[in-house]
């Protein structure tokens, strides 16, 4: 939902972070280039990890379509609906070719949706994929094995949404691994600086003028 508010927010809200952003399928038509890294790969210890970000091809559909079109409705951006298994598959070869020990799908796609590519398919269309932690469907997935296109087992997993989990992925030093769910507890305390932060937020939105509905003429 970081492109719901329109692509200016989003670099807003990407210029505050302080970690990457990782989206190999978003891309400038224009340029020809992804907007954002599409992968990252970070040595720990003795492995080197290979995270390759990606969200759902219908992103331009469900969030803010007047962000992504020119004034003659002409599209600026692509999210490789049209070919996105083989965008995925591209980038994890170039993953493993730089020397990927392990390679993180970090997604956004959800598992159960058929009309549209799912992690589950992505899964099962690509190779070179150790693990896959995903979104969007908002399924609590602790630790779930799916066939990838040779007949591997490859980890799928997914904390559910609300806050209702965070989720642990643990990589031994033999690259070994396993994905674990923690409840949060609903009786935690509260950090009282982001409790007034977020009483300061909903007041201002309480202030907020309603808009009223006006009916359509047909």
Not at 124 to 138: E, M, N, Q, S, Y
Request: hydrophobic content about 35%; glycine content about 8%; overall charge negative.
């Amino acid at each position: 939902h970081e492109f719901d508010y329109g692509l200016e927010q989003l670099d807003h809200l990407v210029g505050s972070l302080k970690a990457k952003t990782l989206v190999c399928n978003y891309k400038d038509l224009k340029t020809g280039k992804t907007v954002f890294l599409p992968y990252a790969i970070r040595k720990f210890k003795n492995l080197n990890i290979g995270f390759i970000g990606c969200v759902t091809p219908i992103t331009k559909l469900s969030d803010s379509p007047q962000s992504f079109i020119d004034k003659d409705g002409n599209d600026l951006y692509t999210f490789s609906h049209e070919n996105f298994y083989e965008v995925i598959q591209q980038n994890i070869n170039e993953v493993r070719a730089l020397g990927a020990d392990v390679v993180i799908l970090l997604a956004h796609l959800g598992d159960i949706d058929n009309s549209f590519e799912t992690s589950e398919e992505t899964i099962h269309r690509t190779t070179g994929l150790d693990i896959v932690l995903d979104g969007h469907a908002h399924n609590v997935i602790e630790s779930r094995y799916v066939c990838n296109a040779n007949g591997d087992s490859i980890l799928l997993s997914s904390t559910g949404y609300l806050f209702e989990n965070i989720g642990q992925l643990v990589i031994s030093g033999k690259g070994n691994y396993k994905t674990t769910l923690i409840p949060v507890s609903k009786d935690a305390k509260q950090d009282l600086a982001i409790k007034a932060q977020i009483e300061g937020f909903q007041a201002t939105f309480n202030n907020l003028p309603t808009i009223a509905e006006t009916p359509y003429e047909l």
